[in-house]
T-cell receptor, first 110, second 117 residues
């Protein structure tokens, strides 16, 4: 299973863009990259996922490098409510299992 | 629309007891997965059920079992509870099994927090 590497923590000023990096250098061609976040021990909240192309939805943008070995989740205008642990996950194509790492703890400050 | 619901929200048990946790998926979702999250760690996959059949199992002892009902709700059972079973138990549902399917995703419930004394 492809592993992901994320920085343990990051800070971001409110109103600024938060850019959360993820390394997944062993990703296979048919494996998707998923991002979830978890706020204060609630259930993980789905944010976005992608395969090769960049993706955008109402919550965030996902930028995947051309070689697919890394990706960046972008929260365009971070708010205090975005303070959470963000998980980058690579899902094997033939399974439902999501393999969570320890994630990045994002602290948004006023 | 209601999301994934789980019951109970909190539970306290003693070592050696048995516990049953319940999950109702999002309406129309036929796949349910269970995860265990110990404090300070990311969730770990326990089971996945799709169309009432077990489709995946994580590295958990046989004390853990689950089943899915005709209405696609699910139960997670843990026997002979240990102190180390104290955790947040999460249920996630998806429209169908993600295996072999591009672009599907799982949606998580709020979890059941189990404390074993």
């Amino acid at each position: 299973d492809a592993k992901t590497t994320q920085p343990p923590s990051m800070d971001c000023a409110e109103g600024r863009a938060a850019n959360l990096p993820c390394n997944h250098s062993t990703i296979s061609g048919n494996e998707y990259v998923y991002w979830y976040r978890q706020i204060h021990s609630q259930g993980p909240q789905y944010i976005i996922h992608g395969l090769k192309n960049n993706e955008t939805n109402e919550m965030a943008s996902l930028i995947i490098t051309e070689d697919r070995k890394s990706s960046t989740l972008i929260l365009p205008h971070a708010t205090l409510r975005d303070t959470a642990v963000y998980y980058c996950i690579v899902r094997p194509y033939n399974t439902d299992k999501l393999i969570f790492g320890t994630g990045t703890r994002l602290q948004v400050f006023p | 629309d209601a999301g994934v619901t789980q019951s109970p929200t909190h539970l306290i048990k003693t070592r050696g007891q048995h516990v049953t946790l319940r999950c109702s998926p999002i309406s129309g979702h036929k796949s349910v997965s269970w995860y265990q999250q110990v404090l300070g760690q990311g969730p770990q996959f326990i089971f996945q059920y799709y169309e009432k059949e077990e489709r995946g199992r994580g590295n958990f002892p046989d004390r853990f079992s689950a089943r899915q009902f005709p209405n696609y709700s699910s139960e997670l059972n843990v026997n002979a509870l240990l102190l180390g079973d104290s955790a947040l138990y999460l249920c996630a549902s998806s429209l169908r099994s993600l295996a072999g399917v591009r672009g599907e995703t799982q949606y998580f419930g709020p979890g059941t927090r189990l404390l074993v004394l």
